[in-house]
């Protein structure tokens, strides 16, 4: 009996300190050198500072910016530390509400035009950095009226943007908003009064 207690004890010490100290940091050194800039959490930098992460949504409000898609992710959305869905099912009162809301809200900025689902419907996590090549479309009259720029003009910055399907089937076309308002704001910037 003591014989085997001993085993299990040094047992769980040599798993714990393999399992749950050298392998994690060799994992994290052999990917820090293969892969430092998806290792570090592909964090963008703009002048010194870290502006946000290609992988993780942010709000983006006025009108001079494509908006990203909607987050459920904690209180006030996009809280890395808490990414979640809403949860509410299809026949959820709250959510039909919500969606009529956005939708009628969207087909006021383009009436007529049919709204993408992914500008008035949540993702699973909360926090996906990228919407639909439609949604980005739909929002090109606002953001090149509010830029100072002919439509086509903005379609091609969203065009560079738009990745396809990883390995050429695996997911759909994508466009990373943040990417987009960076080059935007880089190449057109908005004046004062319409960036407020």
Known sequence: ???NLITAVLMTVATTVLLGIV???VVTVIARVIFPDKASGQLIQRDGKTVGSRIIGQPFTGPGYFHSRLSAAGTNGYDAANSAGSNLGPTNKALIDRVRQSAESLQAENPGKPVPVDLVTTSAS????????AAADFQVPRVARERG???DQLQRFVAKHTAGRQAGFLGEARVNVLELNLELDAVHPMNKRAAK
């Open 1 to 3: 009996m003591k014989k």
């Open 23 to 25: 392998y994690p940091l």
């Open 126 to 133: 909360g926090l996906d950095p990228e919407i639909t090549p």
């Open 149 to 151: 720029i002919t439509e």
